[in-house]
DNA sequence: AATATTATTGATAATTATTATCAATAAGGA
DNA sequence: TCCTTATTGATAATAATTATCAATAATATT
């Protein structure tokens, strides 16, 4: 036996998986909380960093210092405003250009990332 | 009088320029030491703020924890591969098109970052 | 179903990265 | 040259993440 399903790993992404917000650790660990109050915290980072390994959760990274995590495996990019420091998903974005660029690279790339940063449309 | 101009400050941007790996602040501040053995850490985290403000350096975002630097203002694509954790540029990849869809963009894009993720050359 | 094995957990300590504090220094205008 | 105050170096404080370890629980074996 390698590995095995814990009730909490299953908490903490169902629970990641239904907010639409990229919380970062503390705040996945809040909501997590609520619905079971026993799950630790560093239990959190352990399963994060698991389902990550596994693929089904990804890393975002933003300027802000901390990381956010995301269970959306649909292809998009993030934006973060320098200003009221929201972080979210643009859908309109079209990365097939990327995409084939990567499929044809002498490099093994996994995975790519796209980060606009700049001043969202309610802060300006 | 706003700003100051100190030698610190320009030691530091030389320094970063120079290298053409993109070193953490750790490495970066040992760089430095070697140039000037009295500048503190502090005063690294300081300058490095200040000169991603001014837009003449750029932060690079990775899975591994800690931030990396870039003084190099050309466009381009980081790589990081995930076996020997090298950090490089890749300037063979086009983003034109993501250029004009962040120009056409209904927020105000101030900057965007492309990281690729996977296995590099070397490592497979 | 009962048992044995060991991956995982929760609590907490340790570590690491970054930021804040503050007296001393030095940049640059008067 | 003097004055003002932004910046510095040293260090303390904070925040994020990882390591430790006995207790628990998932699951393979009996």
């Known amino acids: 036996m390698n590995t095995r399903n814990t009730r909490q790993k299953d908490i903490i992404y ?13 705040e996945l660990y809040e909501a997590v909380k609520d619905r079971d109050a026993s799950v630790g915290q560093a239990t959190v980072y352990r399963n994060v960093s698991k389902l990550i390994e596994e693929g089904m959760v ?8 901390c990381c956010h995590y995301d269970a959306n495996s649909r ?12 972080l979210f ?36």
Chains 1, 2 share one sequence.
């Not at 990804?58 to 210092?65: A, E, M, N, P």
């Not at 292809?75 to 929201?86: A, D, I, L, T």
């Open 14 to 26: 169902q629970t990641l998986s239904e907010m639409d917000s990229h919380p970062t650790i503390l």
């Open 75 to 86: 292809q998009h990019v993030h934006f973060f405003c320098n200003h009221c420091h929201r």
């Open 89 to 124: 998903d643009l859908y309109d974005i079209d990365l097939k250009f990327l995409d084939k660029q990567v499929k044809n690279s002498k490099y093994e790339v996994d995975s790519f990332y796209v980060l606009f940063e700049g001043i969202c449309d309610k802060c300006r």
């Open 58 to 65: 990804f890393k975002i990274l933003t300027s802000d210092g």
